[in-house]
């Protein structure tokens, strides 16, 4: 295997590691470990290690190495500020624009959500929250929005789906999805902006009063 692509895999394979919770936050990845793990030389783990730093999956100091990157409940909140900020321009963006079987493909989101709500499935209901997210991200005419928000969830993707372990938390979730389809199905972009603004200020208050819990 050519250097390159032994370095693109070592980074692929970590960043999903991290992304699936297999690595603690702020856990120690040992160089001398993963070489012989990967059977790659510590110049290459060096590589992935540095790639995954520029994607804020990890953090790297002087003399200690790599460590899982790890965010503060003050880092999460604003982070959920700014996603509130993009979400709401997205979907002003996308409501007039979108298509029909863009908005048939929501409906199937929004009814499978309530499936799995219903059987008490929340990881499954989580995972098709953020298919619902993407079918609006696919049809906004600007990418570069989408790209950086995109881009953002993708280095929290850790914390993105907690709060619908909250209590409640999922019947509030499928209320405020159903009321974005709506004004979707209307193309109306300023109510669009609002109600998605909306839910992810909800999802901000879970995270700021439930912190302790989630974490």
Aim: proline residues 2%; contains cysteine.
């Amino acid at each position: 295997m050519a250097v390159q692509n032994q370095t693109t895999h070592v980074y692929e394979s970590l960043k999903k590691r991290i992304d699936e919770g297999f690595y603690s936050p702020a856990e120690n990845l040992r160089e001398a470990a993963l070489a012989e793990e990967y059977s790659v030389s510590r110049n290459t783990i060096k590589k992935a290690l540095l790639m995954l730093e520029n994607d804020a999956y990890v953090s790297i100091e002087q003399n200690k190495g790599a460590r899982v990157r790890s965010y503060s409940k003050t880092e999460v909140l604003d982070f959920l500020q700014l996603r509130e900020v993009l979400e709401g321009f997205v979907a002003s963006l996308t409501a007039p624009v979108i298509s029909d079987a863009d908005l048939a493909l929501l409906q199937n989101k929004i009814d499978q959500m309530a499936q799995r709500k219903a059987a008490g499935d929340l990881l499954g209901y989580s995972a098709l929250n953020r298919e619902f997210h993407t079918v609006i991200y696919d049809a906004c005419p600007n990418r570069m929005a989408v790209e950086m928000l995109t881009k953002l969830k993708n280095q929290m993707k850790k914390y993105n789906s907690k709060s619908i372990l909250i209590p409640g938390r999922s019947d509030h979730s499928l209320e405020e999805h159903s009321a974005v389809l709506e004004a979707m199905r209307n193309h109306d972009a300023q109510t669009a902006r609002e109600l998605m603004q909306q839910h992810i200020h909800n999802v901000r208050e879970v995270y700021d009063q439930y912190y302790g819990i989630l974490f």
